[in-house]
């Protein structure tokens, strides 16, 4: 006879799940909360400019006037919530502000394109879709035709070029910078940005304020030939945390402000904590929902020491040297073709390992594998999407969400039935860094062709942490194939929404 959901081995009903659920829920609600809050005097609106996303952002009261309009733009695999904390910031402050998806980023539904290796290929279509959203965000009604922009990582490089070309655009703000485009006369007021742990790019700020003054420093402002630059360091942050510091954005607002000689005055908000808070939540409320499953779970039958190195091993070593030599290309994402193919030939050899152990299917495990994915992107998901970076995907990104779910599948199902026979946790820590060690060897095999890989390697970190802990819940209850389930399908869905599209 199964136990009842929520009760101890006695039979009693334990209210230590509902009160966990009250705390998550308590959790959401302060983040959420105070989240929306900064929104408070503003009018936030999504308009298309062509085919490009753009968020706007204006005073909204009837004593408004007319302000300059800063564009904001991000970086590479971002969107425009990520932007959020400077773009509330600024408007806040009573400027217009219009933030956007560039072209294979977020919701755009066109691909990047162009040659990459040409000033004149993809990056120029780049220039040519920001000047767009300018001459758009000048026709917003409290628009006064001054234009500052700002712009971080891979838009460092795209908004000086847009200031060279369009002469409307005065300041510039770079956070995270490098842009060949940076010379002793050119951009005429440029701040940038840069966290402690970014020492390349904290080298080409430094290099740019001494083109200015050789003696320059960081954190020193300097001005020669009219010409005035400002590059500063964020202490204990790296290529994200410069997105969320306030003192950061404090930096950006203040160096506007001068710019166009208008008072210093807004909120400048305060965002990372309540995210931490709305994501905590989330993923500790998927423990008592994991609670409330009856457990069907197989018995842990541990591998042999040999087995278990072999499991690991074999895969970590084979695959990198047989995957870089099959062809890619069939998707419009920058590596997920070959990802796809690492993931699932990585899979299929630890499955065989296996002789998938523990892998029961059946109705039951089926369901809560659904049931698993449905959550990670129906809830989780959506607070990402709102508050840090698109989850939400346009039509033209299910067909590779699809296509890595052949190859994201049976990688999780592996991983999830090596972590039920092993769940000790620096086993499962071993079976994670196993594989992310083959991706590691597949970019040193094929780095030009490889390189992206790089980027994703932090993020299925992110992902074995936070969706693996959800994972683990589950499995507890409906066995290896209902977590392998879900989080495969979730994986999938993560690496597809994630990466620019490009063709």
């Given at each position: 006879m199964t136990a009842p959901a929520f009760s101890t081995p006695s039979g009693h009903r334990s209210v230590f799940p509902f009160a966990v659920a009250l705390l998550a829920l308590a959790l959401i609600g302060v983040g959420v909360w105070n989240l929306e809050r900064q929104n408070d005097g503003l009018v936030v609106s999504g308009v298309n400019v062509g085919t490009t996303p753009v968020t706007m952002y204006a005073p909204d009261n009837s004593e408004a006037v007319s302000a300059p309009l800063v564009l904001v733009a991000h970086g590479f695999a971002g969107s425009r919530p990520l932007m959020a904390s400077y773009s509330l910031a600024l408007a806040q402050a009573g400027y217009v502000v219009a933030t956007y998806d560039f072209e294979g980023h977020g919701r755009n539904p066109v691909p990047m394109s162009g040659d990459v290796d040409a000033i004149e290929g993809t990056t120029q279509l780049l220039v040519d879709e920001t000047l767009r959203v300018l001459d758009a965000g000048l026709q917003h009604p409290l628009a006064n035709g001054q234009v500052a922009i700002l712009g971080h990582s891979m838009a460092s490089d795209i908004i000086v070029r847009a200031a060279e070309e369009d002469e409307r655009i005065g300041p510039v703000v770079a956070i995270s910078p490098f842009s060949q485009a940076v010379t002793p006369t050119h951009p005429q007021r440029l701040l940038m940005i840069t966290g402690a742990w970014e020492q390349r790019l904290r080298d080409f700020a430094l290099e740019a304020l001494q083109m200015i003054d050789p003696a320059a420093q960081e954190d020193e402002t300097v001005t020669a030939n009219g010409v005035i630059r400002r590059g500063i360091v964020i202490p204990n942050a790296e290529h994200v945390a410069v997105l969320y510091n306030r003192t950061a954005i404090a930096e950006a607002v203040d160096w506007i402000d001068a710019s166009f000689d208008r008072p210093q005055n807004g909120p400048i908000p305060s965002r990372i904590g309540w995210i931490f808070l709305v994501l905590s939540g989330t993923v500790i409320l998927a423990w008592p929902l994991a609670k409330l499953l009856p457990s069907r779970a197989p018995e842990h039958i541990a591998l042999s020491n040999?087995?278990?190195?072999?499991?690991?091993?074999?895969?970590?070593?084979?695959?990198?040297?047989?995957?870089?030599?099959?062809?890619?290309?069939?998707?419009?994402?920058?590596?997920?073709?070959?990802?796809?193919?690492?993931?699932?030939?990585?899979?299929?050899?630890?499955?065989?390992?296996?002789?998938?152990?523990?892998?029961?299917?059946?109705?039951?495990?089926?369901?809560?594998?659904?049931?698993?994915?449905?959550?990670?992107?129906?809830?989780?998901?959506?607070?990402?999407?709102?508050?840090?970076?698109?989850?939400?995907?346009?039509?033209?990104?299910?067909?590779?969400?699809?296509?890595?779910?052949?190859?994201?599948?049976?990688?999780?199902?592996?991983?999830?039935?090596?972590?039920?026979?092993?769940?000790?946790?620096?086993?499962?820590?071993?079976?994670?860094?196993?594989?992310l060690g083959s991706l590691a060897i597949a970019v040193a095999l094929d780095f030009e062709g490889l390189f992206f890989l790089i980027l994703i390697i932090p993020i299925i970190a992110l992902f074995f942490i936070v969706f693996g802990l959800m994972g683990r819940w589950v499995e507890a209850r409906g066995g290896p194939l209902a977590s392998g389930l879900g989080l495969g399908l979730l994986l999938a869905w993560s690496l597809g929404v994630t990466f620019p599209m490009f063709v």
């Open positions: 040999k087995r278990f190195a072999g499991a690991l091993l074999v895969p970590m070593l084979a695959v990198p040297l047989v995957a870089v030599w099959v062809p890619t290309g069939f998707l419009p994402v920058l590596v997920a073709d070959y990802l796809a193919v690492h993931l699932f030939a990585y899979g299929l050899i630890q499955l065989l390992f296996l002789k998938f152990l523990g892998l029961r299917v059946s109705a039951f495990s089926i369901a809560v594998g659904l049931g698993l994915a449905v959550f990670g992107i129906a809830v989780f998901g959506l607070a990402l999407d709102r508050y840090i970076a698109s989850f939400v995907p346009h039509l033209g990104r299910l067909p590779i969400i699809l296509a890595l779910v052949v190859g994201a599948v049976p990688f999780m199902l592996a991983d999830s039935a090596m972590a039920h026979a092993h769940p000790q946790l620096w086993r499962r820590a071993l079976i994670r860094l196993a594989f």
